[in-house]
């Protein structure tokens, strides 16, 4: 069974993972479009570059996107309208195939790819300050103590390095195509994006011997 992770943004995060197969044989990658001037160049390029991964590896089961606040994925206006164009994108060339498409929150995700417990790696919080006509980084400190945020990021590309997953080798992109696997690995937990996908979606768990009934289709996983 042939499961898609999305981690989308400008820089999309892609894992195609066969969940039959050892995790270390997943191809993970990132879909960077660096001469696309505008955000419909890069709808194209994209929808091109998906294809072309369709005749590389085959149609999948299934496509699994991260998902985010519907009015506020991404970060600033931006990054907004890019995550947007990449779920567009994504959604309308696997609606053509008709490849059942679901979606999946990071704090759902990242429950069954890292274990219950677990505990990220920390990350200072930094802020810009001037000092004697100087901008400065500092740490920014909160009620006298540092302050600190999880780095999900160092997370996903020290569990992929681990299981021995082979990642980009620019480490600024490296957690894009690590986190799509997490949501790739993690498929089960989904929720699809229309009732047309709930029979194939079924027939996905049974497949693999999960009970049906744990799950919400419509929801997170219970």
């Given amino acids: 069974m042939i499961v898609w992770g999305i981690d989308p943004s400008s820089k999309c995060g892609l894992a195609i993972y066969d969940a039959e197969r ?3 044989a997943a ?9 696309s001037p505008n955000y419909y160049w890069y709808g194209a390029q994209l929808g091109r570059k998906l294809r072309s991964r369709v005749n590389d590896f085959g149609r999948p089961d299934i496509i699994v996107i991260e998902q985010g606040s519907e009015s506020t994925q991404g970060t600033g206006i931006n990054g907004i309208i890019w995550v947007w164009n990449v779920i567009g994108t994504v959604t309308g060339v696997f609606g053509v195939y008709g490849t059942p498409i679901a979606t999946i929150h990071p704090a759902t995700w990242r429950k069954p790819f890292y274990g219950i417990g677990f505990k990220p790696p920390q990350l200072p919080v930094m802020e810009s300050i001037v000092v004697n006509g100087q901008k400065v980084r500092r740490q920014v400190v909160e009620k006298g103590k540092p302050k600190f945020q999880n780095d999900w990021k160092a997370a996903a590309v020290a569990k992929c390095e681990n299981d021995g997953i082979t990642l980009p080798p620019q480490k600024t992109l490296a957690h894009n195509a690590a986190e799509a696997f997490g949501v790739a690995h993690s498929w089960a937990h989904a929720s699809v994006i229309d009732k047309e996908f709930h029979p194939a979606f079924m027939a996905l768990l049974q497949q693999r011997n999960e009970r049906p009934a744990s799950v919400d289709l419509f929801g997170s996983a219970a």
């Fill in 27 to 35: 191809h993970c990658e990132v879909l960077d479009m660096k001469d």
């Fill in 22 to 24: 050892s995790v270390s």
